[in-house]
């Protein structure tokens, strides 16, 4: 059918006068566009999506710029070297030489730009690192491919047998969500299931495109990136929930939403509920414009108005006379981190862990079945406290160690665990799941109100870290520490900011990446900073917790989908290792070690927060600077890589973290938090 766009060109080209040859041409050239076909539509095929994407030739120039920002910028990446190959638990599973791989691209010819960006995009990816990733936003996301039936991963009633399904609040979520479009998926469906898709809803899935369900969720766990943990990654497939800043959100999972155009439908061969005979279903995906993207007509326009740098993609001279102030929600990096839209400037001054991710933060609403009730008072956005039908079971439903104010966040926490304790809470469930990360200081404040004071949360909760010291960042340093080049203190190298292993702050005059520490890893030279350590208290807490203890160890379980990253790690890890926290994994396949967080890290920053230490401090004409980058990207990094606990001197980050508990899911508890908070205070309490 042709799209409502493509019927204006075809009798424009038989109304209008053919006054000259340049003008048929014109038109012509309009009509062999392929953008043009999706100009104006809110839903397409994704064959047309590519098609428009794949039109894109690749500039030399732009390829240029864009590897060089990236390979530039991965020089204060952390651990370039240790990602090359990561030990035992991972070394399967984080085996990438970027550097070798850049060279590649550089080297390799491209059949369109957006071929190019799959390549460089999934290069990152190999990393599982989701702090260092490249994002795109001409292509990642611009348009969404959905599809009405959500995965799960559910145990049968014996306990042991796991099978995959369509998620049993499949069609209840996708006629929520698509009202506009589920005629289209109610018509593609053939015979007596046309016009039937709500009966799909709980079906057992036998084949998924011919193989079995487990190849397919292994293949996305191969490109789909973020997490070491091969268990975390095959958790991505199936759908989640999560406590977001406005309410409860769904998470579709990676099966029925991607963020690329890359398939165009899918072949499953299922049986019903209370059916007994297999029957095969072809459903088409469909690609739903972003909510980011900007108008546009055909190709050019397209480009031009969503493909190029904006205010927020490269850095600034914090020194400069006037800045220009540019909205939380329009920054590229602000769009990629998994959290709630926090200032650039708040970033600085509270510091932040997250990772990113080419998909936004989900606005797809959890089901009224499955909302947990009205929280107990002290809830705040993303961070939200209830009290079980047991009277004795708090839960703390953490969706983000970020809000959109640091302070209140602070309180939030603080009056909600104590309202808790007034209502008669002895034992707290702690849900995490689906939690990119925020505020470092967060993360130490929460395990520190959890256990009280002692020597492993006064006066440092965290971990101690330690930051790469290469020649431009050795630079930075100089021209602060000697040209007193950041005098208001707001750049991530002035020594101001920082203390030693020993808890004492520097000397505005301390180089405190001199001398640099020289390691070989996997064969190759680097150098890092000294060990850095305290870094939240007293200072950064905005009010002081309670003198005691508010939960006993054992009385704390913290419960995910493995999807716990960032300062959701840097919390989740000291609990578990210094405290004996237990920990869960929900629904994850029998046989593969669940991880209970990963993308450790120590703090992420970005391409443009190290341009702004850059410009700010005179050095973006040195030979080892980035350029400007030309297009709508974001370059992810790791700053600050933390020291490990169960093997001291080497990084947390590819230490292991395995699971208490893999909880099985089941009708009754799958994307049910109520229900499965209930079933974990029976097991552990």
Same mark, same amino acid.
């Not at 204006?8 to 953008?35: I, Y």
């Not at 396949?589 to 410009?615: A, M």
């Given at each position: ?44 095929? %994704? ?9 894109? *030739?690749?500039?030399?120039? $732009?390829?240029?710029?864009? /590897? ?16 090359? =190959? ?34 460089? +995009? ?58 506009? =479009? ?10 007596? /299931?046309?016009?039937?898709?709500? +009966? ?12 079995? %369900? ?11 990136? +973020? ?34 155009? /890359? ?31 900007? %108008? ?37 990096? $602000?769009?990629?981190?998994? #959290? ?8 600085? *001054? ?66 909600? /665990? ?86 004492? @702050? ?14 070989? $890893? ?6 890092? +900073? ?6 939240? #208290? ?38 578990? *290792?210094?405290?004996?926290? *237990? ?6 396949? =029998?046989?593969? #070690? =669940? ?41 992810? $990094?790791?700053?600050?890589?933390? @020291? ?42």
């Amino acid at each position: 059918m042709l799209s409502v766009a493509w019927l204006l060109v075809s009798l424009l080209s038989l109304s209008l006068p053919k006054t000259s040859a340049s003008s048929e041409v014109g038109l012509e050239a309009r009509a062999a566009d392929p953008c043009v076909a999706i100009a104006g539509q809110k839903w397409v095929a %994704p064959a047309d999506v590519r098609n428009c994407f794949k039109s894109f *030739k690749v500039d030399q120039a $732009i390829k240029t710029n864009i /590897l060089d920002v990236v390979n530039k910028t991965l020089a204060f990446h952390t651990s370039v070297n240790y990602q090359i =190959q990561a030990p035992p638990p991972f070394q399967n599973d984080v085996h990438e030489d970027l550097l070798k791989d850049i060279a590649r691209i550089r080297t390799t010819n491209y059949a369109s730009d957006y071929d190019l960006h799959v390549d460089l +995009s999934r290069t990152l990816k190999r990393l599982n690192d989701g702090h260092c990733v490249w994002i795109n936003r001409c292509f990642d996301s611009s348009f969404v491919n959905f599809l009405p039936i959500p995965l799960v991963l559910l145990t049968e009633a014996d306990g042991k047998t796991q099978n995959v399904h369509i998620a049993p609040e499949a069609f209840t979520v996708a006629t929520a969500e698509f009202p506009d =479009q589920i005629d289209v998926w109610q018509n593609s469906l053939k015979g007596s /299931l046309k016009g039937n898709l709500q +009966s799909l809803s709980g079906a057992k899935v036998l084949l998924i495109n011919g193989l079995p %369900p487990n190849f397919a969720v292994d293949a996305n766990a191969k490109i789909t990136g +973020s997490f070491q943990g091969l268990g975390t990654r095959q958790n991505t497939f199936f759908s989640s929930y999560q406590r977001a800043t406005t309410g409860w959100s769904y998470i579709m999972g990676n099966f029925a939403q991607q963020s690329l155009p /890359l398939d165009d439908d899918v072949t499953l061969l299922l049986q019903r509920v209370n059916h007994t005979l297999p029957e095969v279903v072809k459903l088409p995906y469909r690609s739903r414009i972003g909510a980011a993207i900007a %108008p546009f007509t055909d190709g050019p326009s397209f480009r031009a108005n969503n493909c190029v740098a904006v205010p927020g993609t490269n850095g600034v001279d914090i020194n400069a006379a006037s800045l220009a102030r540019v909205a939380p929600a329009e920054v590229p990096l $602000i769009q990629a981190q998994q #959290q709630p839209p926090v200032p650039i400037e708040v970033q600085r *001054k509270h510091l932040v862990n997250v990772f990113m991710d080419g998909s936004p933060l989900s606005d797809v609403v959890l089901p009224p079945g499955l909302t947990p009730p009205s929280p107990v008072n002290g809830s705040l956005n993303a961070a939200q406290f209830y009290l079980l039908a047991d009277g004795k079971t708090g839960v703390l439903a953490l969706g983000s160690f970020s809000d959109n104010s640091f302070e209140d966040l602070f309180n939030a926490l603080l009056n909600g /665990l104590l309202n808790l304790k007034s209502l008669g809470a002895t034992q707290l469930v702690v849900d995490v799941t689906n939690n990119g990360g925020g505020f470092i200081c967060i993360a130490h404040y929460l395990h520190r109100l959890i256990i009280g004071p002692k020597d492993t949360t006064v006066p440092q909760a965290g971990l101690d870290t330690k930051a790469r010291a290469g020649p431009l960042a050795q630079l930075i340093v100089k021209e602060i520490v000697e040209n007193n080049a950041d005098p208001r203190e707001q750049l991530l190298y002035n020594p101001a900011n920082w203390r030693n292993a020993s808890g004492e @702050f520097f000397a505005p005059t301390d180089d405190w990446l001199q001398p640099p520490v020289q390691l070989t $890893i996997n064969g190759h030279r680097d150098a890092f +900073s000294q060990r850095l350590g305290q870094e939240c #208290q007293p200072e950064s807490f905005v009010t002081p917790p309670p003198d005691t203890a508010l939960f006993a160890p054992n009385k704390v379980v913290i419960v995910s989908n493995g999807r716990c990253a960032s300062s959701c790690s840097l919390f989740s890890i000291t609990m578990s *290792k210094e405290e004996g926290v *237990k920990t869960v994994v929900v629904g994850g396949r =029998q046989g593969v #070690q =669940q991880q209970y967080c990963g993308t450790v890290g120590g703090q992420s920053t970005d391409f443009s927060t190290i341009d702004t230490e850059i410009k700010s401090t005179g050095l973006k004409n040195n030979s080892l600077a980035p350029p400007d980058l030309v297009v709508n990207g974001v370059q992810g $990094i790791t700053w600050r890589l933390g @020291f490990g606990l169960d093997d001291k001197n080497a990084p947390e980050e590819w230490q292991n973290h395995p699971a208490d508990l893999n909880l099985p899911l089941t009708t009754k508890t799958i994307n049910n938090p109520v229900a499965i908070w209930e079933d974990l205070a029976k097991r552990f309490f």
